[in-house]
């Protein structure tokens, strides 16, 4: 014959576990899946900057290059820090820096300004175009001897050769954005009594923002880059002496770590400029905004 089950134990079999665990579980699978996702999203950004380093340390260590020319990249990092910590290259960076923010903030202070006035005046942007696209494509290097005649090569000449090669991508992109305005919406706020100011205010400037910020970007790139060029020439001080004179002294490891750091610090800016860009045209990403905000964490 077969055994009764008792019913204690059949309604102990149909008892649903704990609540506490289930709600356990379920956070522990959430958190798990952010974090593959988060690692994830960490190798699609910075994975091939990885593969890159690896394969440099790889290459000089097994002498695939010549690790007197290309040494490897411990060897650069501890160029690096050393550099640091005896102060040299955080001097020469410091130099480089100010330079660089003067000539870039100058940029600034005149190219946007102007981009916004040629781009809602038509007549004037046609007027003057031809001769800021003839400017735009002359060299800065190519008329670097000229500001150095001009202005000696002191700060001066350096920091106007980098401003002039960081006024123009902002210039232009500045331009773009306000002529690539939707002018239904301009027309829709003076329908609704906008005056010409608040139509600037509230319609061109917000819609123009994010063109201004890529010219942003491109500006603070080509203003480190210009930097090189001119601490280069006639220079005692900053990265791009420090990498000349480290290649003339043969010192190899503290040249590529100045390239380095160089690049580094490029990086930085141009993720300075994507956070501030993200914060001030908020509009640009709803749903960021919408998850960010207190109502939706309630």
Excluded at 109 to 115: D, F, K, R, V
Excluded at 213 to 241: P, W, Y
Aim: charged share 15%; glycine share 8%.
């Amino acid at each position: 014959m077969l055994e009764r089950t008792p019913a204690s134990d059949v309604a102990r079999a149909r008892t649903p576990p704990p609540r506490g665990l289930d709600v356990l579980g379920s956070r522990l699978r959430v958190a798990g899946d952010a974090a593959a996702r988060r690692i994830g999203g960490l190798f699609w950004s910075y994975g091939a900057i990885l593969l890159f380093l690896l394969a440099w340390q790889l290459a000089s260590e097994l002498n695939v290059v010549d690790s007197s020319v290309i040494p490897p990249f411990t060897r650069v990092v501890g160029a690096m820090v050393h550099g640091f910590v005896d102060g040299g290259l955080l001097d020469n960076m410091l130099i480089s820096l100010r330079r660089s923010g003067i000539a870039f903030g100058i940029a600034v202070a005149l190219a946007i300004p102007l981009g916004l006035f040629m781009g809602t005046f038509r007549r004037f942007e046609s007027f003057i175009d031809a001769l800021v696209q003839m400017f735009r494509q002359t060299s800065a290097l190519a008329i670097y001897p000229i500001f150095i005649l001009l202005l000696g090569l002191g700060e001066t000449s350096k920091i106007t050769i980098i401003c002039w090669a960081a006024f123009f991508p902002l210039l232009l992109n500045t331009i773009s954005g306000v002529k690539l305005v939707d002018a239904r919406l301009i027309e829709m706020a003076r329908v609704f009594g906008a005056s010409r100011r608040e139509v600037f205010r509230r319609v061109v400037l917000p819609a123009a923002a994010p063109s201004i910020f890529v010219g942003l970007r491109l500006s603070a790139t080509t203003s480190l880059l210009l930097l090189v060029a001119a601490e280069m020439i006639g220079a005692k001080q900053g990265l791009g002496f420090l990498i000349i004179n480290a290649q003339y002294n043969f010192e190899i490891p503290l040249m590529f770590a100045s390239i380095v750091l160089l690049a580094m610090i490029g990086l930085a800016v141009n993720y300075a400029l994507l956070l501030l860009q993200r914060w001030v045209c908020r509009w640009e990403n709803p749903g960021q905004a919408k998850a960010r905000s207190p109502a939706s964490r309630a």
